[in-house]
């Protein structure tokens, strides 16, 4: 960012936050950004029978995120292992999200839909960083990502972290200040609670604007794997006491 709009973003923020490119935190744990060239200048390492030659095909959602095909096997994960999904926005706006050791997930700019991609992770801590950017920056952009995992066990997807920016109007500086409120009133980072991972350390910056609409936006954030598996199923009532029975697992067929 040169130092003209490095001054108007200042401007801009200091009425929403403390500085220009502020940051917030999920949950009392911290983590630094740490540097990801490597891993954003390579493609991502997919994983699972909806991927190939590094191309996924999204499994089946509705407009909130819910899976329409929640029985749906995403086929055998690597042993020690959690599967996961990153999925994009709609639009054509440029979206990159990448993760630690695995490379970049780069959202097709040649159709509206979301792009997809599953990834294996082992247990512990992986640092995943998004960048956003508006094709057209006096337009503005309204950017989203979603980060899902998969149990085979359980045949169930979990809501691990989702971003949005804006809805009805495009992404403006008041938006990102309400969802960072949202993130840091989450206890623990955890936003699944059937779930067996949680996220800490967000920060996020913005890059450029045009009046109060954003532009381009970094999200920084770490994504810790625990090392149980989920025992309940998705929007199960209650995710604590004995483990419930197993479903069966899926035919062939499903897979």
């Not at 983590?31 to 095909?57: F, H, K, M, N, Y």
């Not at 993130?183 to 996220?199: E, H, M, N, Y």
Request: hydrophobic share 35%.
């Amino acid at each position: 960012m040169n130092r003209t709009a490095h001054v108007a973003c200042a401007l801009l923020l200091a009425s929403f936050l403390p500085s220009c490119g502020s940051t917030g935190h999920s949950s009392r744990d911290d983590a630094q950004p740490i540097s990801l060239a490597s891993d954003e200048a390579r493609p991502l390492e997919t994983a699972g029978a909806r991927c190939s030659g590094g191309v996924c095909a999204c499994r089946a959602v509705d407009d909130l995120g819910r899976s329409l095909d929640p029985h749906a096997n995403a086929g055998a994960i690597a042993p020690g292992e959690k599967r996961f999904e990153l999925r994009t926005g709609r639009g054509f706006d440029p979206i990159a999200i990448t993760v630690e050791d695995r490379g970049t997930l780069h959202k097709s700019l040649t159709s509206v839909e979301p792009t997809c991609g599953y990834i294996d992770l082992p247990p512990g801590r992986h640092h995943i960083r998004v960048r956003a950017q508006a094709k057209d920056p006096e337009a503005g952009m309204v950017p989203s990502f979603f980060l899902s995992e998969y149990s085979y066990d359980q045949q169930s997807w979990y809501d691990t972290f989702q971003f949005r920016c804006g809805g009805d109007e495009v992404c403006m500086l008041g938006h990102m200040q309400q969802w960072l409120q949202k993130i840091q009133a989450t206890p623990r980072g955890i936003f699944d609670k059937c779930g067996s991972a949680r996220v800490f350390g967000v920060r996020w910056d913005a890059g450029r604007s045009s009046g109060a609409k954003l532009g381009d936006i970094t999200i920084d954030l770490v994504l810790d794997v625990y090392k149980f598996p989920p025992r309940f199923r998705h929007g199960a009532p209650t995710c604590k006491g004995p483990t419930p029975q197993a479903p069966p697992p899926p035919s062939p067929a499903a897979q």
